[in-house]
């Protein structure tokens, strides 16, 4: 599974970075607007493509689809790897086929339903990013969703790759793995928390007070 990383902080994206598991990135409004202050909108992008040697997801605003290509091909401009993450919306699903034939990479975003992510798979999305915290957040478990989403591309042999979304807990990241989800997108405080164990602290805390005494004899 590839992991990228749910951010568009700078501090976060590099510390994750040196772990050497960032398969891509995705940001959106809301997470931009975190950085306000820090830069402009394509300096912060600029800057974390440069350190992300994957795609990263930057979504355009455009409500219309010739917008939304107008908007994607301006953003595309900042860098090699910037994916376009287009709204699952009639508009964007227009749009994901536009994006297509002039060979741009794009995320269908705010996905909710299999309906949804049949529609975007034929329209030719890259990716498509199913939201499973916000879909548990209103008492529908969301892994199901992408459960249902991985068997009918399988069905079709659709090339669509599903990034699991909306990630808030590590629960979310060890069912995406077990399903086989084709990548997780995961927030920095979570991906902190895959590696933490408690057993862990206390075997390493174990093992070096007991080397202090070999050494000590
Ligand atoms: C995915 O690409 C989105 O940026 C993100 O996962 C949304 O997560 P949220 O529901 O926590 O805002």
Redesign the pocket.
């Known amino acids: 599974m590839k992991f990228f990383i749910?951010t568009a902080n700078i501090e976060e994206i590099r510390e994750a970075a040196t772990l050497g598991i960032l398969d891509g990135a995705?940001?959106?409004p809301?997470?931009m607007s975190r950085e306000k202050g820090k830069g402009s909108f394509s300096d912060i992008l600029k800057e974390i493509c440069s350190i992300v040697p994957g795609p990263v997801?930057a979504e355009v605003v455009a409500l219309d689809a010739e917008g939304m290509v107008r908007e994607g091909k301006e953003l595309c401009k900042i860098a090699d790897n910037i994916i376009i993450?287009v709204p699952c919306i009639r508009e964007g699903v227009k749009a994901i086929g536009m994006f297509k034939k002039e060979g741009i990479d794009t995320?269908a975003?705010l996905c909710f339903s299999l309906n949804q992510a049949i529609l975007v798979a034929k329209a030719g999305a890259t990716f498509v990013?199913p939201?499973v915290?916000?879909i548990d957040d209103v008492g529908s478990p969301g892994m199901e969703v992408v459960r249902e989403i991985m068997a009918v591309y399988n069905n079709y042999s659709f090339a669509t790759q599903i990034?699991v979304?909306?990630?808030?807990h590590a629960q979310h990241v060890y069912e995406a793995a077990l399903i086989g989800a084709d990548v997780c997108?995961i927030?920095f405080n979570v991906i902190e928390k895959l590696i933490r164990h408690p057993l862990t602290d206390v075997g390493v805390e174990r093992f070096l007070e007991d080397w202090d005494k070999v050494q000590k004899k």
């Open positions: 749910d995705t940001t959106n809301t997470l997801s993450k995320n975003t990013s939201f915290g916000r990034i979304s909306s990630v808030r997108t927030p």
